[in-house]
């Protein structure tokens, strides 16, 4: 069955905070979807029971008599493709080395494709939101963790082992935020959690040198920081998080700079923080790409936020159209 068939698509969006299933169509339409948190702390198998459950109220409540056409999971890296399974993503323990593959295909009597959510995302984007048309793109999660999602030529790009992307992995500093298991990697500097460290570490420093600062508001009324409250800190002027945004997008201005020396892209996407506080990030990461690339690849590339309506099931929607595209 081709892309343009008109057969639905089933989306599951499995995430290191949350899990997320849809029904959608290959215009990448969400026509029912429903989510539930996870945690570190959740096993795959009743998780997965519960998206199952879901699937099957999407089906007899939405698709009106009209067929299945693939099912798709979008999922954290790193995945072996080949075995249909997680390896080991660092904010998911208990997924490591799960079949998901295997466990949803027998479950719903079809074949599943599994895919990077980093590469499900760059795919989204390229098929319905801001990398529409591009012949390459990038596209970084900035999520729980930090992975990229490469088109190149017009194609995703998966790598021989569907490890390609997996730029978390790479040291940005010798010594800076965890991530990844990896001290001032670019997961440590630009996933949520990463922005976190940074606050936790400048909070520390504003505590000992007696500069009142609203982070340790936010710790006080909330017991504990997130990236959302940096962010909103940074908005409303408070100079501490303004100087964890400075740090963190200056890290992202130097990651643009190198993906911009080899990929030499049309566009870059920013993902979940990035494209929530756009104006916080792309200014300064835009200064430090435009200093430190080729300038002419870099007068060519474009930084934008996500041009997807609903982002997570979009993405989900993309790994199942990719098994039944119409040039597969």
Not at 162 to 186: C, M, Q, T, Y
Not at 221 to 226: F, R
Request: charged share 20%; hydrophobic share 40%; with cysteine.
């Amino acid at each position: 069955m081709s892309a343009e068939s008109g057969g639905l698509l089933f989306g599951i969006d499995v995430g290191g905070t949350k899990i997320g299933v849809c029904l959608g169509d290959t215009t990448g339409r969400v026509l029912a979807s429903a989510a539930r948190p996870t945690g570190r702390e959740a096993e795959p198998a009743p998780t997965l029971e519960w998206v199952l459950e879901q699937l099957e109220t999407f089906r007899r409540q939405h698709a009106s008599g009209r067929p299945i056409a693939a099912a798709g999971a979008a999922c954290p890296g790193p995945l072996s493709y080949a075995k249909g399974a997680f390896l080991d993503p660092p904010n998911m323990p208990r997924w490591h080395h799960f079949p998901i593959r295997e466990f949803l295909s027998k479950r719903l009597g079809m074949a599943v494709t599994i895919m990077n959510d980093a590469n499900a995302s760059a795919l989204a984007e390229w098929l319905w939101g801001a990398a529409r048309g591009a012949d390459t793109a990038v596209y970084l999660t900035m999520s729980t963790g930090m992975g990229a999602g490469l088109i190149v030529n017009g194609r995703l790009f998966e790598g021989p082992l569907g490890l390609a992307g997996e730029i978390g992995h790479i040291r940005l500093r010798d010594d800076g935020p965890v991530g990844f298991a990896k001290r001032g990697s670019v997961e440590g500097y630009l996933s949520g959690p990463g922005v976190v460290q940074v606050a936790r570490a400048e909070l520390l420093a504003c505590e000992q040198a007696g500069e009142s600062t609203a982070l340790a508001e936010f710790v006080r009324d909330c017991g504990g920081l997130t990236s959302e409250h940096v962010c909103k800190a940074a908005r409303a002027g408070d100079p501490a998080a303004g100087r964890v945004m400075q740090r963190c997008a200056t890290e992202l201005g130097r990651l643009l700079a190198i993906l911009t020396d080899v990929l030499n892209p049309d566009v870059f996407v920013l993902g979940t923080i990035g494209s929530a506080h756009f104006d916080l990030w792309e200014p300064i990461a835009r200064q430090t790409l435009d200093a430190e690339a080729i300038s002419t690849a870099a007068r060519h590339v474009q930084v934008r936020p996500t041009g997807l309506s609903d982002r997570s099931n979009q993405s989900a929607l993309a790994a199942a159209w990719y098994s039944i595209r119409s040039d597969s």
